[in-house]
């Protein structure tokens, strides 16, 4: 069975100091790694997609890396506009194409 | 933005009488899925459906089931809707046709069942 883990559940942040959210998974073989946002009131928002080990991808103030076992999503010098849930999934490999998501680590970023 | 529409936005219903939601997308992607998410749980799959008239049970299957008479809509029903039942409703879609097969997701339903 898939599984996805994300820490911390939480995390508070000043503005401008730089940390790294976790996304640790099990799957039989990964097809994709996938990070979204979620704002409150709103449905996730799809931010990247990483397929192999040693992949990173970047977004103006967020960068994700890929390992065989996690996924971290690093965020540097946050603004308070990324306070947001950030959610993990994956996609495993061989037919079907369901997402399993993680519960997310839920971000605030204080000025 | 992917074109996917949710309705209704907001529901508060009785324990006891059945709800339909509706997901339409206007991408022509092959999968659909609805979610669930509460507090400490995340996302769940409800249902999902990888075709016209091709549907399957997710994690949390019990007391809804679903149906896809066309590519663009995808229902789901609560055949009974109970207070367990209260919760945020997501539709997604994805493409398996791409090289890349992201979910995009819609708003979102709240649902309350009283």
């Known amino acids: 069975e898939d599984q996805v883990t994300q820490s911390p559940e939480a995390l508070r942040l000043q503005e401008g100091e730089s940390s790294s959210l976790n996304c640790s998974y099990t799957v039989s073989g990964l097809r994709g790694l996938f990070w979204y946002r979620q704002d409150p009131g709103k449905g996730p928002e799809f931010l990247f997609t990483l397929y192999s080990a040693g992949e990173e991808k970047e977004k103006e103030r967020l960068k994700a890396t890929l390992t065989k076992k996690e996924s971290f999503l690093h965020i540097t010098a946050p603004k308070p506009e990324d306070s947001a849930t950030y959610l993990c999934?994956?996609?495993?490999?061989?037919?079907?194409?369901?997402?399993?998501f993680g519960r997310g680590t839920s971000l605030i970023v204080h000025p | 933005d992917a074109g996917i529409t949710q309705s209704p936005r907001h529901k508060v219903t009785e324990t006891g009488t059945p709800v339909t939601l509706r997901c339409h997308q206007t991408e022509n992607h092959r999968y659909m899925y609805w979610y669930r998410q509460d507090p400490g749980h995340g996302l769940r799959l409800i249902h999902y459906s990888y075709g016209v008239k091709d549907t399957d049970k997710g994690e949390v299957s019990d007391g809804y089931s679903v149906s896809r008479s066309k590519t663009e809509d995808f229902l789901l029903t609560l055949e009974s809707a109970t207070s367990s039942q209260t919760s945020v409703y997501f539709c997604?879609?994805?493409?398996?046709?791409?090289?890349?097969?992201?979910?995009?997701f819609g708003q979102g339903t709240r649902l309350t069942v009283v």
């Open positions: 999934a994956v996609q495993a490999v061989g037919g079907s194409y369901i997402p399993t």
């Open positions: 997604a879609i994805s493409d398996s046709d791409r090289a890349n097969t992201e979910a995009f």
